[in-house]
């Protein structure tokens, strides 16, 4: 059975930084992409950012240039570092696996999810 743990939310106030981090545990093969997104009271969840296995990567436009995706394929771990982080970034943030193969099949996942706050 694969599970995607993150960790790493919290409280943070205006121009902050936060890392979180997501770790895939079980018997994996390989995992074709991770990344990384949110959900906000009220709105859908939304693409933050994704890697792929060969380190190609997307971000949504209103992170780009202050967030950083980046994974560690050996220990099947996806990070993102957040910067100068704004109210608006407050949301529920969950990890995405895709494309996930183990000796069952293929299959994608999701976190549990992580609360980020940002507040004055």
């Known amino acids: 059975q694969v599970q995607l743990v993150e960790s790493g939310g919290g409280l943070v106030q205006p121009g902050g930084s936060l890392r979180l981090s997501c770790a895939a545990s079980g018997s994996i093969f390989s995992i074709s992409r991770m990344g990384w997104y949110r959900q906000a009271p009220g709105k859908q969840r939304e693409l933050v950012a994704t890697e792929g296995r060969s380190r190609s990567t997307d971000y949504s436009d209103s992170v780009k240039g202050r967030f950083t995706i980046s994974r560690d394929n050996a220990r099947n771990t996806v990070y993102l570092q957040m910067n100068m982080l704004k109210p608006e970034d407050t949301a529920v943030y969950y990890c995405?696996?895709?494309?996930?193969?183990?000796?069952?099949?293929?299959?994608?996942?999701w976190g549990q999810g992580t609360q980020v706050t940002v507040s004055s």
């Open positions: 995405n696996a895709v494309r996930v193969a183990t000796e069952t099949g293929v299959k994608d996942y």
